[in-house]
């Protein structure tokens, strides 16, 4: 089992920057599909991004494509979302999550196919 802990969220004002970090415990990130989601207060939660457990396939929300980059550094048990361009509508607190199984896009952008999720951080981006 995996332990999965978010840091980086923050009070940004629009058009800025944060970077979010997902560190893991317990077992490599490696043997892992990796996803961010978001829940905006009184909303469901979304998928934002995706990678493949090999590094090569990535996946983005249209909302954030171009805005945000997802990335992994396996010698550091770490998934990041590199997040520029800030908008009011990210705010939302950001989770990480962790999935095994078969690596499909569709599953890579499902909700429901991650087993090992984080506590969330909080994310706020003023108007």
């Known amino acids: 089992q995996v332990r999965l802990v978010e840091s980086g969220g923050a009070l940004v004002q629009t058009g800025g920057s944060l970077r979010l970090s997902c560190a893991a415990s317990?077992?490599?990130?490696?043997?892992?599909?990796m996803g961010w989601f978001r829940q905006a207060p009184g909303k469901e939660r979304e998928f934002v991004a995706a990678?493949?457990?090999?590094?090569?396939?990535?996946y983005y929300a249209d909302s954030v494509k171009g805005r945000f980059t997802i990335a992994r550094d396996k010698l550091k048990n770490t998934v990041y979302l590199q997040m520029n361009s800030l908008k009011p509508e990210d705010t939302a607190v950001y989770y990480c999550?962790?999935?095994?199984?078969?690596?499909?896009?569709?599953?890579?952008?499902?909700?429901?196919?991650?087993?090992?999720w984080g506590q969330g951080t909080q994310v706020t981006v003023s108007s």
């Open positions: 999550a962790a999935k095994g199984g078969i690596p499909t896009a569709r599953d890579l952008m499902t909700l429901d196919e991650y087993a090992y």
């Open positions: 990678i493949s457990r090999s590094g090569i396939s990535l």
């Open positions: 317990g077992r490599t990130l490696g043997v892992y599909d």
